[in-house]
């Protein structure tokens, strides 16, 4: 989703908030921008457009020196992606430039009540905020012109700003949408995401909601809407830089499947001691107290959480639900008496998932936060967090974080669970058997140009496999745009069969032995009407013609596996279509907006 990256100091602007802007690719966008001063002749440049940051990086103009600048990733809401809703923004008389994440949800009544008359270069609801800074300040300080219109504005933002008017200056405003403060000693950087301060800040600050930076030279003060400073803390950036790099790889993606045996040895490593689970006291104490789990998640994080539900259900014996976020925050179902609500989430920064835990915490129930980003606003807003140790994923399609999700939810059950399952030893048995599967990636690549000739194709599955067929066909459809859909076998012939026509293409999932026998009759009944079948199986269950055969781990963990393949299968299906795999059309990596 959209990205902010602004930059006041002594080194040049232009490199670190482009740098910073391409480090921000990866979360989707659709326009680029950035204003940047002059600052032999102390004038202001808009250099925007639709398209890449290479576009944006072709139109801008290298011959001055600049020490200020803010820039943007646009993913658009509000307008469509052209020159004129482009981010930066600017006032009538162009004093303010404004770049923003967000909505503002009443940006027409605003222009009703304090902007008629006003001419607008975009259909964009920012531009009423650059408009309302400049109507406030001829009459108040310019911070005071911002924090008034900050009370006004309803909805979600950060915002980076600057005055023409007082180059020393940088200002930011943040409520609902991320944005820190990266520190150096060469100057200071805004940004919504601290992966665009690497390489160029050790320390950062993360903004809570409603709160106010005043930027002047090298120092800062943050401060609330009414003015008063706001206590902060200040934390280390401690990503690895190498771990933002494709590396030997073509793809992050190809990356972040490969890594994930990695990842879950790190997990091992980091929440096993001597056979032991390592969580800390509250947590287990959370999940001893509740009655009841409600998972609340979005997309792949969602589909890990209906593993999650088999695993607290079957493991731990808690019951457990797992909802959509953007259903749960406006239609709460009716909850028991001692609710645990987990959020799961790779970014932590899902707008949809917030508006669940804000909900919550106003009730006074607990919640705990499963994610990527140990830094990110779910983790710092629950009572509890965990953090899955995936390590930075950048392709768009999530995967490292799914395995690792569940492994982790696997965890969380394990400490409440009477210890029949050995949990360390099954998990490592994953990690190598993944690897097994990693290694036949070239053969994976071969049976896609067989299989993925068709505009849509269908996954099968029954009991855990049918979530894995949810994730699995999320997967595929998001990058190679097949329209893919996953369903629960049984329930084809209750309507979906009428679909299947010759050579459509059918996968089925099988790991689970009491009902393999049955999505084996619902293959050949698709089979029977012409469908092109492949059977992605476990060896327990496996049967001579099927094509993908999967090491046997207890069935709770086997989605770990069975998925691995499906996330191959994008991959190429994707390559093979010429597709931009890690910046999949119309998606963004941290979805920021309800
Ligand atoms: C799909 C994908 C999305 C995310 C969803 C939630 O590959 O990545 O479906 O899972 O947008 O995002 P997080 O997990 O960051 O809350």
Known sequence: M???????GNKDAREIILNGLEKLEYRGYDSAGITLRNNTADTFNVYKDKGRIAHLKSIVDYSYDSGLGIGHTRWATHGIPN????????????????????????YKELIATYLQGSVFASDTDTEVIAHLIERFSAKMSVSEAIRKT????????????????????????????????GLSDHGIIVASDVMACVGYAKEYIPLDDKSFVEVDGASYKIKDIIGKPMEHDVKEIDIDASNIEKGEYAHFMLKEINEQPGVIRNILQRYFKD?????????????QETDRIYIIAAGTSMNAGFVGKQIFEKMANIP????????????????????????????GETADLRAVLVNIKAKGYRSLT??????????????HFVEIMAGPEIAVASTKAYTAQIAILGILA?????????????????????????DKREYIESLVKDYLTKRNCFYIGRGIDYYTCLEASLKLKEISYIQTEGFAAGELKHGTIALIEDNTPVIAIISQRDISKNTRSNLYEVKSRGAHTLVISTKSVHDQDDQIIVDDVHELFSPMLTVIPSQLIAYYAALARGNDIDKPRNLAKSVTVE
């Not at 959209?2 to 006041?8: A, E, K, L, N």
């Not at 056979?275 to 287990?284: A, E, R, W, Y």
């Not at 499963?370 to 009572?383: F, G, M, P, Q």
């Open 150 to 181: 900050m009370s006004l504005l309803e909805g979600s933002y950060a915002l980076a700003i600057i005055d023409r008017d007082n180059p020393h200056k940088m200002y930011a405003a943040k409520n609902k949408s991320p944005l820190l403060i």
């Open 320 to 347: 457990t639900e797992v909802h959509i976020a953007s259903e749960f925050a406006y239609n709460m179902p009716l909850l028991t008496k001692n609710p645990l609500f987990i959020f799961i989430s790779q970014s």
């Open 370 to 383: 499963i994610t990527n980003v140990k830094t990110s606003t779910l983790a710092r807003e629950a009572d």
């Open 83 to 106: 020159y004129a809703n482009s981010h930066p923004h600017y006032s009538k008389d162009s004093r303010f430039f404004i770049v923003h994440n967000g909505v503002i949800e009443n």
């Open 2 to 8: 959209c990205g902010i990256v602004g930059y006041i």
């Open 275 to 287: 056979g032991k689970v390592t969580l800390n006291g509250p947590i287990k104490e959370a999940l």
């Open 414 to 438: 394990y400490g409440l669970s009477d210890g029949h399952i050995n949990l360390y030893k099954e998990l490592s048995r994953v990690a190598i058997s993944m690897e097994n599967i990693i």
